[in-house]
């Protein structure tokens, strides 16, 4: 099993990396939240899960522990593979999906594509009890992160975008360390939608 793989950004898409280790082309299928931190042509280290089956082997790799653990949970609830666990990691920021898991919050839940109102109840159902075990961020944090979160969207709904587009803009752009304010969000979210 491969644990991890440490080598260079041969070329990156927003589904997968080809990372070159010594000569060896790995490709790895990757989250959005992964691909947010990689960079073309730079040395990365990104934890596996070595996905294993009688006619395939495929690589899912992670920037951070949490996302890795987070994922190898989802995939243990019936009906989610590691194709749909990769989405649904994408779909949210590992802390905002805990806290949606944690408290059964299905509306949360089913905005991430590819999950229906069922998955996400089951989802939610199979994994309160053992989201604990996972080393997130700490509620406070998740908390403090989801009013932002809020507040962002309500901000650029209120300027005339869509529900939708308003929360993709706004998760994207609070992963940046950098963005820490409503303020700052706000303006690079308008930033990121006037592109």
């Known amino acids: 099993m491969i644990a991890f793989l440490k080598g260079y950004i041969e070329e990156l898409f927003p589904d997968k990396a080809l990372l070159d280790v010594r000569g060896v082309g790995y490709r790895v299928e990757i989250s959005s939240q992964t691909f947010e931190q ?17 006619s395939d082997q495929r690589l899912f790799g992670f920037y951070t522990q949490d996302e890795k653990e987070l994922f190898e949970k989802l995939i243990t609830v019936k009906g989610v593979g590691p194709k749909l ?3 649904i990691v994408s779909g949210l920021p590992a802390g905002l999906l805990i806290k949606a898991i944690a408290n059964s919050d299905i509306a949360s839940l089913s905005r991430v594509p590819g999950i229906g109102k069922k998955t996400a109840e089951r989802i939610a159902l199979e994994l309160k009890d053992k989201i604990g075990e996972v080393s997130a961020t700490s509620v406070s944090e998740v ?3 989801n009013s932002i979160t809020e507040e962002v969207i309500s901000a650029l709904e209120s300027l005339g975008f869509k529900k939708k587009e308003a929360e993709q803009a706004a998760v994207k752009v609070l992963q940046k360390d950098d963005v820490r304010t409503v303020p700052s969000a706000i303006k690079e979210a308008l930033a990121l939608l006037n592109r």
């Not at 990689?38 to 996905?51: R, S």
């Open 38 to 54: 990689l960079n073309p042509e730079t040395e990365v280290k990104l934890l596996i899960y070595h996905h294993i089956t009688d």
């Open 85 to 87: 666990g990769l989405t």
């Open 143 to 145: 908390q403090l992160s």
